[in-house]
Protein backbone atom coordinates (compact mmCIF):
# COMPACT_ATOMS: atom_id res chain seq x y z
CA UNK A 1 0.00 0.00 0.00
CA UNK A 2 1.35 3.27 -0.80
CA UNK A 3 1.65 6.16 2.05
CA UNK A 4 -0.83 8.94 1.62
CA UNK A 5 1.46 11.46 3.34
CA UNK A 6 5.41 11.55 2.42
CA UNK A 7 7.73 14.05 1.01
CA UNK A 8 10.30 13.05 -1.69
CA UNK A 9 13.18 14.32 -0.41
CA UNK A 10 15.05 15.19 -3.96
CA UNK A 11 13.72 14.88 -6.97
CA UNK A 12 16.65 14.74 -9.89
CA UNK A 13 16.25 15.21 -13.24
CA UNK A 14 19.48 14.57 -14.86
CA UNK A 15 19.90 16.15 -18.56
CA UNK A 16 22.52 15.01 -21.09
CA UNK A 17 22.34 17.35 -24.28
CA UNK A 18 23.31 15.59 -27.61
CA UNK A 19 25.00 17.37 -30.21
CA UNK A 20 21.91 18.02 -32.81
CA UNK A 21 21.13 14.84 -35.06
CA UNK A 22 19.42 15.87 -38.55
CA UNK A 23 19.83 14.84 -42.23
CA UNK A 24 23.12 14.36 -43.02
CA UNK A 25 26.91 16.09 -42.25
CA UNK A 26 25.50 19.73 -43.11
CA UNK A 27 22.89 19.66 -41.10
CA UNK A 28 24.29 18.30 -38.30
CA UNK A 29 27.28 21.43 -38.37
CA UNK A 30 24.62 23.99 -38.24
CA UNK A 31 23.38 23.59 -34.55
CA UNK A 32 25.43 22.31 -31.31
CA UNK A 33 25.00 22.81 -27.80
CA UNK A 34 28.11 24.85 -26.57
CA UNK A 35 28.66 22.80 -22.84
CA UNK A 36 26.06 20.37 -21.16
CA UNK A 37 23.69 21.80 -19.02
CA UNK A 38 23.23 21.74 -15.39
CA UNK A 39 20.57 18.98 -14.30
CA UNK A 40 17.34 20.22 -13.16
CA UNK A 41 16.79 19.28 -9.37
CA UNK A 42 13.43 19.91 -7.88
CA UNK A 43 14.26 22.00 -4.45
CA UNK A 44 12.78 21.46 -2.07
CA UNK A 45 11.23 17.91 -2.61
CA UNK A 46 7.80 16.77 -3.83
CA UNK A 47 5.11 17.19 -0.98
CA UNK A 48 2.47 15.51 -2.08
CA UNK A 49 -0.10 17.37 0.93
CA UNK A 50 1.23 20.45 -0.77
CA UNK A 51 -1.68 20.00 -3.98
CA UNK A 52 1.12 22.16 -5.84
CA UNK A 53 1.90 22.24 -9.62
CA UNK A 54 6.18 21.89 -9.66
CA UNK A 55 8.46 23.48 -12.00
CA UNK A 56 12.46 23.41 -12.35
CA UNK A 57 14.60 24.32 -15.15
CA UNK A 58 17.81 24.72 -16.54
CA UNK A 59 19.77 26.67 -19.73
CA UNK A 60 20.83 25.51 -22.36
CA UNK A 61 23.35 27.44 -24.96
CA UNK A 62 23.10 26.22 -28.74
CA UNK A 63 25.52 27.91 -31.16
CA UNK A 64 24.51 27.55 -34.95
CA UNK A 65 26.43 27.88 -37.79
CA UNK A 66 25.12 27.48 -40.64
CA UNK A 67 24.43 30.90 -42.83
CA UNK A 68 20.92 31.92 -42.20
CA UNK A 69 20.35 30.12 -39.54
CA UNK A 70 20.18 31.61 -36.08
CA UNK A 71 18.25 29.65 -33.64
CA UNK A 72 17.25 25.92 -34.01
CA UNK A 73 13.71 25.77 -35.82
CA UNK A 74 12.73 22.42 -33.81
CA UNK A 75 13.58 20.50 -30.29
CA UNK A 76 13.20 17.06 -29.20
CA UNK A 77 12.84 15.48 -25.72
CA UNK A 78 13.62 11.90 -25.02
CA UNK A 79 13.98 10.32 -21.62
CA UNK A 80 14.84 6.51 -20.90
CA UNK A 81 10.99 5.97 -19.90
CA UNK A 82 8.77 7.89 -22.39
CA UNK A 83 9.11 11.16 -24.86
CA UNK A 84 7.39 14.39 -24.19
CA UNK A 85 5.04 15.15 -23.10
CA UNK A 86 4.84 11.88 -21.52
CA UNK A 87 8.07 11.61 -19.85
CA UNK A 88 8.61 9.72 -16.35
CA UNK A 89 11.27 9.70 -13.86
CA UNK A 90 12.18 6.44 -12.02
CA UNK A 91 12.45 5.54 -8.71
CA UNK A 92 15.85 5.09 -7.60
CA UNK A 93 15.19 1.37 -5.97
CA UNK A 94 11.71 0.50 -6.97
CA UNK A 95 9.73 0.37 -10.16
CA UNK A 96 7.16 3.00 -9.24
CA UNK A 97 7.04 6.11 -11.99
CA UNK A 98 6.38 10.32 -11.96
CA UNK A 99 5.36 11.43 -15.09
CA UNK A 100 6.82 15.04 -15.69
CA UNK A 101 6.75 17.19 -19.56
CA UNK A 102 9.42 19.50 -20.71
CA UNK A 103 7.81 23.13 -22.23
CA UNK A 104 8.57 22.80 -26.17
CA UNK A 105 9.83 24.80 -27.94
CA UNK A 106 11.75 25.96 -24.78
CA UNK A 107 11.83 30.38 -24.38
CA UNK A 108 15.24 31.98 -25.43
CA UNK A 109 16.16 33.60 -22.29
CA UNK A 110 19.03 35.81 -23.52
CA UNK A 111 22.05 36.28 -26.40
CA UNK A 112 21.53 37.50 -30.36
CA UNK A 113 22.70 36.60 -33.50
CA UNK A 114 24.20 33.14 -33.89
CA UNK A 115 24.88 32.17 -29.82
CA UNK A 116 21.42 31.61 -27.76
CA UNK A 117 20.81 30.92 -24.63
CA UNK A 118 16.96 28.76 -24.06
CA UNK A 119 14.99 27.87 -20.69
CA UNK A 120 14.09 23.90 -20.47
CA UNK A 121 11.42 23.82 -17.70
CA UNK A 122 10.72 20.87 -16.63
CA UNK A 123 6.72 20.12 -14.86
CA UNK A 124 5.24 17.92 -12.45
CA UNK A 125 1.62 18.17 -11.76
CA UNK A 126 0.31 16.99 -8.51
CA UNK A 127 -1.28 13.67 -9.62
CA UNK A 128 1.98 12.64 -10.93
CA UNK A 129 3.10 12.55 -7.03
CA UNK A 130 0.58 12.68 -5.05
CA UNK A 131 0.61 8.75 -4.64
CA UNK A 132 4.57 8.37 -5.02
CA UNK A 133 6.78 6.08 -2.91
CA UNK A 134 9.51 8.55 -1.23
CA UNK A 135 12.76 8.41 -2.26
CA UNK A 136 14.92 10.16 -5.08
CA UNK A 137 13.44 9.43 -8.55
CA UNK A 138 15.50 10.45 -11.84
CA UNK A 139 15.42 10.50 -15.75
CA UNK A 140 18.03 10.72 -18.81
CA UNK A 141 16.60 13.55 -20.77
CA UNK A 142 18.00 13.83 -24.35
CA UNK A 143 17.69 17.04 -26.02
CA UNK A 144 17.85 17.31 -30.01
CA UNK A 145 17.79 20.39 -31.85
CA UNK A 146 17.65 21.00 -35.71
CA UNK A 147 18.05 24.06 -37.61
Not at 73 to 87: E, Q, V
Amino acid sequence: MRPRTITLRRVLLLLVALLLTGLGAAAQAACAFTAAPAGITFTPGLDPSSGLVRTAFTDVTVRCRAPGVSTPSSWGFAGLYGTNPNLKMKHSTLTDFIAYSVGNPPPQVSGGGRTRTFRVTATILPASYLNAYAGTYSDSLTITVLP
